[in-house]
């Protein structure tokens, strides 16, 4: 059975980002003051083809710690659905 996940990666909470930063600081030189405390991550869409939801889960899970995530400086959260 084929398995769909979306993945969203951010940067940990304690952590500076400074491209986050940069982004914040531009939305007054574009008109948009109100905006701010911006964080930027990464979003990513894979496929797994498993038995079941948890052994897909299972699978993400070990994807994102073993290389999608850097866990020292970033967290992950994911959804999967059938597809």
């Known amino acids: 059975m084929k398995f769909k996940a979306e993945i969203d990666i951010m940067p940990l909470k ?5 491209q986050g930063n940069a982004v914040a600081a531009s939305m007054k030189n ?3 003051p109100e905006i701010g405390n911006v964080r930027i ?4 869409t894979l496929e797994v083809e498993a ?3 948890e052994k897909a889960s299972q699978k993400i899970d070990e994807a994102c710690k073993k290389l999608l995530a850097n866990q020292i400086m970033e967290s992950y959260e994911f959804e999967v659905s059938e597809g």
């Open 14 to 18: 304690v952590l500076l980002d400074p």
């Open 30 to 32: 574009v008109g948009l």
């Open 41 to 44: 991550g990464k979003h990513i």
């Open 51 to 53: 038995d079941s939801k």
